[in-house]
Nanobody, 118 residues
Framework: QVQLVESGGGLVHPGGSLRLSCVAS????????MGWYRQVPEKQRELVAT???????TYADSVKGRFTISRDNAKNTVYLQLNNLKPEDTAVYYC????????????WGQGTQVTVSS
């Protein structure tokens, strides 16, 4: 079955770092635009970063300069490096695949929890 599996979340102090991974299985990975979203209870899921198959990236203003999205197509994996973490970054982070040049999402991961606390 096609699936996306996130990992790498955890509890860190403000200013700390984490690297999230999302591994795809069961289908073609390299053709999709991949994204990371995050969500806190009772709030809308927020787009954090995207990366196209060709390596083009976008970031939410709130994470520019702190987070970096990357992908390794040979490993069917997309990463999100989170640096200089702030308490406001606390959320469940989800991996997403969508069809290039569209807003059509085809797959979501189960999420991984990131908690930033003193």
């Amino acid at each position: 079955q096609v699936q996306l599996v996130e990992s790498g979340g955890g509890l860190v102090h403000p200013g700390g770092s984490l690297r999230l991974s999302c591994v795809a299985s069961g289908g073609i990975f390299s053709i999709y635009t991949m994204g990371w979203y995050r969500q806190v209870p009772e709030k809308q899921r927020e787009l954090v970063a995207t990366i196209t198959g060709g390596g083009g990236t976008t970031y939410a203003d709130s994470v520019k300069g702190r987070f970096t999205i990357s992908r390794d197509n040979a490993k069917n994996t997309v990463y999100l490096q989170l640096n200089n973490l702030k308490p406001e970054d606390t959320a469940v982070y989800y991996c997403n695949a969508r069809i290039p040049l569209t807003t059509i999402s085809i797959l979501w991961g189960q999420g991984t929890q990131v908690t930033v606390s003193s």
